[in-house]
């Protein structure tokens, strides 16, 4: 079976041309939406620099006892939180509370330090009862690895992220190894392994979603599909789903609109009705 070429499967801004203008919308309508939040938006830090840091979206009326967390993506190098307001609209018009997550970047610290400081994110938030994991991208990997995460060896109670909803994540890292996405990352493939949440022990119970685009790479597509198949077997709920006609960049739009199928899904993992 021929390798597939990775730098091509993974290069995502080189598929979708058009990306900055996406990325630039993606920054006026998070700017957009905290100018609308007003005193419904809480900044909390979590760590010690600027970006270990979470913004609070808090609904006008509240009706989840859940808190959804959202991770951005960039390949754990690139963007940060205030790209990703506006990804807390769907679901705070639903009356689910939505913490947007911010981590330092690579190089400045390894993938290793991010997963840790994106689980001291959920620490920080553990009073606010459970939580739900959703990330985009690397922040599809970093809630892999959340919900997947023996709380109790952190010191938490049991199940503090109940539920995951990874949109085009990266649960298998070793791909990554010879490609120009590593140059930053500098994993090795023994840390790449490590740090794949495909090859972590089978978490028991919770739910975990997988979505990805459908004009997304076919690396994108198995990554996905592979991580589903594993955590089905025991005994998680998952559930794999191709969206049909958008990319890896345009695949997220969906959590910005109360009306959409992905809106009202996390909604429903976070335990609100949905009518």
């Known amino acids: 079976m021929k390798t597939p070429d990775y730098e091509t499967e993974y290069n995502n801004r080189a598929r ?33 620099s600027e970006r270990q840091a979470i913004d609070l979206f808090a609904p006008t009326e509240p009706r989840s006892a859940a808190t959804v967390l959202f991770i951005h993506g960039g390949y754990w190098q690139a963007l940060d939180r205030s790209f990703f307001s506006h990804m807390a609209r769907g679901l705070n018009a639903h009356g689910v509370p ?28 553990a009073s606010h009862g459970p939580l739900i ?24 109670r049991p199940g503090l992220v109940r539920a995951g909803y990874a949109i085009s994540g990266l ?30 022990p089978l978490p028991l119970g919770g739910a975990f979603d997988a979505i990805v685009g459908g004009e ?38 969906g959590l910005a609109d109360p009306a959409s199928e992905m809106t009202r899904r996390v909604a429903t993992l976070a335990g609100c009705h949905v009518d």
């Open 16 to 48: 979708v041309p058009e990306h900055p203008a996406i990325i630039e919308g993606w920054r006026a309508d998070a700017a957009a939406y905290r100018a609308q939040s007003g005193s419904r938006l809480r900044m909390i830090p979590y760590g010690a």
């Open 98 to 125: 939505v913490a947007i997550v911010g981590y330092d970047l690579c190089p400045t610290v390894t993938v290793s330090t991010i997963v840790d400081q994106v689980r001291h994110a959920c620490a920080s938030l």
């Open 171 to 200: 649960f298998e890292l070793e791909p990554l190894v010879e490609t120009s996405i590593n140059n930053a990352l500098g994993l090795d493939r023994a840390e790449a392994r490590r740090l794949s949440p495909v090859h972590w």
């Open 216 to 253: 997304e790479s076919s690396e994108y597509l198995r990554q996905s599909r592979a991580i589903v198949e594993a955590w089905g077997t025991s005994g998680v709920h998952t559930r794999f789903e191709a969206i049909p006609g958008v990319n890896h960049f345009t695949v997220i739009a």
């Open 133 to 156: 994991a959703a990330g985009h991208s690397a922040g599809g990997h970093l809630a892999a690895c959340l919900f997947a995460t023996d709380w109790e060896l952190h010191d938490q």
